[in-house]
Structure formats: structure tokens, C-alpha cells
């Protein structure tokens, strides 16, 4: 139960800090959005029971910093929690999730996890945007080639860039102050 409570306050501070360090989001798309690297990697770290914290993170950095509310269940809060989710089952049910191969980080499942999460992310914000802009006839419809393109390569840029510099850096870390808490497969089912 503690390692559970401490699995998910480490979560949470980690996805507020990123995003806190990424800055405002554009609803164009940034050019890199750091904060769904954070989320994939939260979760391949501590296992998918940490979802309610990375909901919790997500939607209260977005209140604290992207100047939102608490309007109801915001969609695209949801939207940033399962995309990774949704990624990582999808890896899993297709046999590519191989991310830990003997205490060594697969670089190559990194990648297609981070563009698997990015496409989710994408699409699935897409159809939420269009969705909420149908009942506002003042907004200018969305340019999905635009949308598409800069979330895509804002989400693949920002996944990339966590994913590589926690494989590069926290894994050795971890594995050299304290090897009993190294990554390992077991921790993504």
C-alpha cells in the first residue's frame, strides 16, 4: 500500500513538473509537448494502477497553469491519460511491448511507443476540439491539416524527448543508487 501511495505522488509531482517546465499549451499545438513523454513514462515505470493520479496531475496543471477550470470532466484531460494507456495496450496486445530486455531499455519500442502515443493523442483531440467547436458557431472551424500536423509532431518531439532522456539518464541513476528499484517488464501489465 505505501509503495502504491508512493508510485502515484511520484507521478503526479512528476507530470506537474513537466508540465510546468513544457509552459503554455496552444490550442494550434506546441511545438514540443513535453508532458505526454511524462505520462508514457510514468506509466512504464509504475504500471497502469497510477491512473488516477496522472488524471489528477493532468487536470490540475492545467488548472494551475494553462488557466482552465473545473467545468465537469474535461475531455481532453481524459484524452492525455489514456492515449498512453491506449498505446501501451495496443504494444502489448500486438506482442511489440518488449520495452525492458534484461534490466536494458529497448530504444526501438521507445520510438514506436512514442509515436503510437502521439497518432492516439492526436486523433483523439482532434475529434474532441471538433466535437466542442460544433456548438460554438463564433469559433472558426479547425484546419485539420494544420491540427493534425503540429499536435503529431509536437507529441512525437515532446514523447521522444522524455522517454530518451529517462532511458539515458533516470534508468542509470536508479540502477546505480538504488538497483533494487530498476524498471523492469513486469511493471507494464
Not at 122 to 142: N, Q
Request: charged residues 10%.
Amino acid at each position: 500500500m505505501k509503495e502504491y501511495l508512493y508510485q502515484n505522488i511520484i507521478a503526479f509531482l512528476v507530470i506537474i513538473f513537466v508540465t510546468f517546465i513544457n509552459g503554455q499549451a496552444y490550442i494550434g499545438g506546441n511545438i514540443i509537448w513535453l508532458p505526454i513523454g511524462a505520462v508514457s513514462l510514468c506509466y512504464l515505470l509504475f504500471g497502469f494502477n497510477i491512473f488516477i493520479a496522472v488524471f489528477l496531475a493532468i487536470t490540475m496543471s492545467s488548472v494551475w497553469f494553462h488557466d482552465s477550470s473545473f467545468t465537469g470532466i474535461n475531455l481532453l484531460h481524459l484524452v492525455g491519460t489514456f492515449s498512453p494507456l491506449l498505446a501501451i495496450a495496443s504494444m502489448k496486445f500486438f506482442k511489440l511491448s518488449n520495452f525492458f530486455d534484461g534490466g536494458r531499455v529497448v530504444f526501438q519500442h521507445l520510438l514506436f511507443l512514442a509515436i503510437l502515443t502521439a497518432l492516439y493523442n492526436t486523433l483523439m483531440k482532434f475529434f474532441v476540439y471538433s466535437y466542442l467547436s460544433l456548438g460554438k458557431p463564433d469559433d472558426l472551424p479547425i484546419n485539420a491539416m494544420n491540427f493534425i500536423t503540429n499536435y503529431l509532431i509536437g507529441d512525437i518531439l515532446g514523447c521522444l524527448a522524455v522517454l530518451f532522456f529517462a532511458a539515458l539518464v533516470v534508468v542509470p541513476g536508479i540502477r546505480y543508487f538504488a538497483p533494487k528499484l530498476v524498471p523492469s517488464q513486469d511493471k507494464v501489465k
